[in-house]
């Protein structure tokens, strides 16, 4: 009888051996026979148990080593470029191996959640333990869900913070991770579901009490994956920068470079100024100066910070945090243009005729000192004839050649027609504990206007820039809308008594004259909030498609590089077109120019679903203790399942179930976004005014249920005779819909 091996035999042939693991295997190289199998079984169920090996289907793994062929997930990258792999669950107690991708023509963009399959070759004398070359991609990585735990018998369950996501994950005992009922966790998908049909998940956060004040904006920062630690690496180099000098850079620091922000900004990158120009030429026309803090100079390609940076592409806003793109030694400080230091700025010098059309521009690195940091409602107070001691010595000679250089371009701009949506923005208001104490719509003024056409004449001037010196770039596009969409918004400006020419070239000035006819009346929010939701999202791109909200042929995000990725790449192309220094374009960044536009597009999708997860939920927790007031609003949107209404006064939206509005059975024309009844015959459609009680608020996921009482001003007629039959005809006449003609 063959004597049954000892366990660090089998541990050594596994190591030794990692393609011949089964059993069978196993057995075959040890001449293992017959009864002799039952034990190396019970071996194997030792070693199993011990932690040693990990049962994969019918062959054991050694947990301290990768097998030839791997599933992995992507680490990230090095100062370098080089990316990096790790194991998709590691169980070993060795030191998590390290994995260098070795990428060949046609591979796909990779991104920090993809898993790969991947085939390895181990190495000696590097840095590294494996290099890897992709076999496929197979998705992304393990499902996460943030959400309440409640606590079992054994285990338990996680219900979802997601709006409209009530299926429950079912945790096993040994993967709570010490988590308490009630507690808000997130958790990570592991094998399939169980026979109930729950998918079974292990707790990997803990993040507190979920009705605290500060859960809010933690909740939309682990369900999106954003980054809101800075790795140690990115910290020190931050900490490490030290304020730019002269040296070859234009000398700016005479120029009144004056920054307007919210007066709760966190960061000042940009700075403006303009004159009248002096050039007989160019008869009653502007010089304006846009100057930009200069994060190149600080944030080198290749660098820890780099690397963070591109992998957040973005800063993203809550009302009681901000997770930045850039660590605060550089976003708060060093890259913000405060006022009366000296700060290293990218400006651009732009000549404006009389009529507002730009004459000519010119880029320079510069170093400028501000002299005053102020925020839009002073600005505007002092040329509404209301100073204070920090506008009075700059009215004459900064801020009214400002708001005159901005008229110019208002012309301009009336010539152009570019997309004219100018939405209320809701202002959340947060006491020092982080409770919600009003909700408000932001104040639009013309010191608001003034800043965005300024930085939009810049973010041209950059694009035509770098065009003309033939030098790579992204490109913020912005595409026209896809027929079906702009059909969607025909009919729904027709079910509003309002017109949307056909037959014509699409461009902005045509949907102007619609939200024009709907201005002055009560449909002006839905049509404006209709015509968005027709738009294509923005993105960016290598590729020049144009912007067809701006009507703009060429355009490039050029003026906040502390809050976006874009601008930063668009600093390093002016820094390598102009030969400013090495801290320009590397040879990385433009080959890999496609995989960062789309790693930043990505990045900021999250952070804007992200924003508006955190506002509802704040909004539905300040709106908790109104359970039962009666509210004014809109009908917003119309599904078979019920309406959305958009509250006047806080711009909450809410849901009407359908369930909610009596006993009879609604009707659901997609065509006309209707619902009617089957017996009393009452429509319910886009734009109605309604008065509605609220029926719920839950601040965790930040849904409002909503009970219909009034429909412009009628009382919702409810049938209350469940089981009748739905009367056969008679009812609204259903619109005819011809297709859009396709633009050849």
Known sequence: MTETPTKSAILQWISDNPALTSKRDIAKAFGIKGAARIDLKRVLRELEDEGHLTKRKRSYDDPNRL?????????????????????ADWKGDAPEPKILYIPKDGDPALGPSDRLLVRLTEVK??????????IRRIGTGPRRVVGVYRAGSEGGRILPVDKGNDREWLIGAHDTDGARDGELVEAEQIGGRTRMGLPKARIVNRLGDPGAAKAVSLIAIHQHGLRDDFPPEAVAEAEAAQPADLGDRTDLRDLPLITIDPSDARDHDDACFA??????????????????ADVAHYVRPGSELDGEARERGNSTYFPDRVVPMLPDALSGDLCSLHEGVDRACIAVRIRIAANGEKVDHRFHRGLMRSPASLHYQEVQAAMDGDVNARTAPLLESVIKPLYAAYGALTQARTRRQPLDLDLPERKIVLSENGEVTSVAFRERLDAHRLIEEFMILANVAAAEELERLRTPLLYRVHEEPADDKIEA??????????????????RPALLNKLLHDAAETPLSELISMSTLRSMTQAYYAPQNLGHFGLALRSYAHFTSPIRRYSDLIVHRALVTAHGWGDDGLSDWDLEHLEATAKTISEAERRSMVAERDTNDRYLA????????????GRISGVQSFGAFVRLDETGADGLIPVRSMGAEYFRYDRDDQTLTGSETRTEIGLGQRVTVRLAEAVPVTGGLVLELLSVEGEPLRRQGRPGRKPARKGGPKKRKLKKAPRRR
């Open 67 to 87: 097998p030839p062929v791997s599933v992995l997930k992507v680490a990230g990258s090095d100062a370098d470029g080089d990316l990096f792999l790790a194991p």
């Open 125 to 134: 004398g590097e840095d590294h333990s494996h290099e890897g070359r992709l």
């Open 275 to 292: 004159e009248p120009d002096q050039d007989p030429d160019n008869k009653d026309g502007f010089v304006l100066w846009v100057a930009i």
């Open 489 to 506: 918004l025909r009919e729904t400006a027709k079910a509003s008594g309002l017109t949307l020419a056909k037959g014509q070239v699409l």
């Open 621 to 632: 927790a300040f709106l908790a203790d109104k359970v039962g007031a009666e509210f004014t």
